[in-house]
């Protein structure tokens, strides 16, 4: 699957919708390719006491297919004034969930645009731990 492909399929699955309280769901939506090539999906959860990003959504179902590995991923976000389509980067508390599903995800691609793509340790270049103070 193109990056292309992934950034429509992940845009089609875009549903805002607004609580009574203000919480706004399904505004962002991420899509990833597994290492064996199935494609999942997910969108943001805000609530009062815990939020969910999309990408840990896309990961969660990943994780629930008995799957561990990412090969791409990437989040996008729509803007209702402009209907302008932004792929956003992964927060830090993403990151760290990629890498923490499997170590081998260090590799996975983090697409950022169109043409745009980076290798999650290249988002998270301080993940080993650090070695002892003298």
Aim: net charge neutral.
């Amino acid at each position: 699957m193109t990056n292309e492909e992934l950034i429509k399929k992940a845009e089609s699955i875009l549903n805002p919708y607004k609580t009574n309280d203000g919480r706004l769901f399904g505004d962002v939506a991420a899509a990833l390719i597994s290492e064996k090539g199935i494609l999942y999906t997910g969108v943001c959860v805000d609530t009062a006491s815990w939020g969910l990003c999309a990408e840990r959504s896309a990961i969660a179902a990943m994780i629930t297919g008995k799957e561990y590995k990412i090969k791409k991923i990437l989040a996008v976000w729509k803007d209702e004034k402009n209907g302008k389509l932004y792929v956003l980067p992964p927060c830090g508390t993403c990151r760290e969930f990629i890498r923490r599903a499997d170590e081998g995800n260090l590799e996975t691609e983090v697409i950022l645009g169109r043409d745009k793509v980076v290798k999650l340790k290249e988002l998270l270049p301080y993940y080993e731990w650090p070695k002892p103070l003298d």
